[in-house]
């Protein structure tokens, strides 16, 4: 079977890894590397790359012309709205799904001095960052995560932030500050790995058995709030669920005006069993504190008048 990757350190590292899952279960695997639009337009934000799922878009056409049989994904990245041909058919275990500072000096973020310059490619981590520290010069940061490192240590960046879960795949051991997730909600399904297959296919029953049952769960859970408030990929919204005790998880979702000047959120335990009916709810929820319209007004200033077609998950 034919894996369909991205080429960058963290996605090849990812379908390797799903690459030698798969073989020790007797399914033989090679790889195919697919450029997207996401990869392509290095010098411009997220948010000025046309398009819904900037970096799952070609993987998907390949998949549906029959020229890939599995595709693996950050989960993150994967838009809410997905074509019905195509499955999730996995959900592997989630890595951690939280944000992380990497400092020049190993600075906390308390610790960094007035109008440090932070980089990131994330709406959401600007908007978070400028409601803890409205002094943060924030500047944008793209390229894959060794580039991204490496212009830390080039001096361009005070600090970056970082999903721990990239480094955790790529084995790197650094001294990084974990952020608080009541303070730093992470993106919906952030350290999650996805495969994606077509739907009723051989490549769908092959890779069954990697799909980790609580994960998904609190993936479906994540997603559904955003779909909620059709929150996409460009705009400020942090959802995250985690199982607390048996039976029970902890929902939190917040949409953030883009300058972190004004929020909306919700955070709740719920039971798993009606995990479903009450990802709904809480997404409902949002909605009626605000939410939609923070995530019009984003996309408004960000991508003009026409982007709530073009842009939204």
Same mark, same amino acid.
């Given at each position: 079977?034919?894996?369909?990757?991205?080429?960058?350190?963290?996605?090849?590292?990812?379908?390797?890894?799903?690459?030698?899952?798969?073989?020790?279960?007797?399914?033989?695997?090679?790889?195919?590397?697919?450029?997207?639009?996401?990869?392509?337009?290095?010098?411009?934000?997220?948010?000025?790359?046309?398009?819904?799922?900037?970096?799952?878009?070609?993987?998907?056409?390949?998949?549906?012309?029959?020229?890939?049989?599995?595709?693996?994904?950050?989960?993150?990245?994967?838009?809410?709205?997905?074509?019905?041909?195509?499955?999730?058919? +996995?959900?592997?275990?989630?890595?951690?799904? @939280?944000?992380?500072?990497?400092?020049?000096?190993?600075?906390?973020?308390?610790?960094?001095?007035?109008? +440090?310059?932070?980089?990131?490619?994330?709406?959401?981590?600007?908007?978070?960052?400028?409601?803890?520290?409205?002094?943060?010069?924030?500047?944008?940061?793209?390229?894959?995560?060794?580039?991204?490192?490496?212009?830390?240590?080039?001096?361009?960046?005070?600090?970056? @932030?970082?999903?721990?879960?990239?480094?955790?795949?790529?084995?790197?051991?650094?001294?990084?500050?974990?952020?608080?997730?009541?303070?730093?909600?992470?993106?919906?399904?952030?350290?999650?790995?996805?495969?994606?297959?077509?739907?009723?296919?051989?490549?769908?029953?092959?890779?069954?058995?990697?799909?980790?049952?609580?994960?998904?769960?609190?993936?479906?859970?994540?997603?559904?709030?955003?779909?909620?408030?059709?929150?996409?990929?460009?705009?400020?919204?942090?959802?995250? +669920?985690?199982?607390?005790?048996?039976?029970?998880?902890?929902?939190?979702?917040?949409?953030? +005006?883009?300058?972190?000047?004004?929020?909306?959120?919700?955070?709740?335990?719920?039971?798993?069993?009606?995990?479903?009916?009450?990802?709904?709810?809480?997404?409902?929820? @949002?909605?009626?504190?605000?939410?939609?319209?923070?995530?019009?007004?984003?996309?408004?200033?960000?991508?003009?008048?026409?982007?709530?077609?073009?842009?939204?998950?």
């Amino acid at each position: 079977m034919i894996i369909g990757t991205r080429g960058s350190g963290l996605a090849l590292a990812q379908a390797n890894l799903v690459e030698r899952l798969l073989k020790e279960n007797g399914v033989e695997t090679t790889q195919l590397i697919i450029k997207t639009s996401g990869d392509t337009f290095t010098d411009r934000p997220l948010h000025e790359v046309a398009g819904v799922g900037a970096f799952v878009r070609e993987i998907d056409d390949r998949m549906i012309a029959g020229e890939i049989d599995i595709a693996v994904h950050s989960m993150k990245d994967l838009p809410t709205i997905r074509p019905p041909e195509l499955s999730i058919a +996995a959900v592997l275990k989630r890595d951690s799904p @939280l944000d992380v500072l990497l400092t020049a000096d190993g600075s906390t973020l308390d610790e960094l001095p007035d109008g +440090a310059v932070i980089g990131t490619t994330s709406m959401r981590r600007r908007a978070q960052l400028l409601r803890y520290r409205p002094d943060l010069n924030i500047q944008d940061l793209r390229g894959n995560i060794d580039t991204r490192i490496r212009k830390l240590k080039d001096g361009l960046y005070d600090g970056i @932030l970082l999903a721990e879960a990239g480094l955790q795949r790529m084995g790197w051991e650094m001294d990084v500050k974990q952020l608080n997730p009541d303070a730093f909600c992470p993106s919906a399904n952030q350290g999650t790995i996805v495969i994606v297959t077509k739907a009723g296919t051989e490549a769908e029953k092959a890779v069954a058995f990697l799909d980790h049952a609580q994960s998904r769960i609190e993936t479906e859970i994540e997603r559904l709030v955003i779909t909620e408030v059709e929150g996409g990929c460009i705009v400020p919204i942090g959802a995250f +669920a985690e199982e607390v005790e048996k039976g029970v998880m902890h929902v939190r979702a917040e949409v953030l +005006a883009l300058d972190g000047s004004y929020e909306v959120g919700v955070d709740e335990l719920i039971l798993t069993e009606d995990y479903k009916t009450e990802g709904q709810r809480l997404g409902h929820e @949002l909605v009626k504190l605000g939410g939609k319209e923070l995530v019009q007004d984003a996309v408004c200033q960000l991508s003009g008048s026409d982007a709530e077609q073009s842009q939204f998950n």
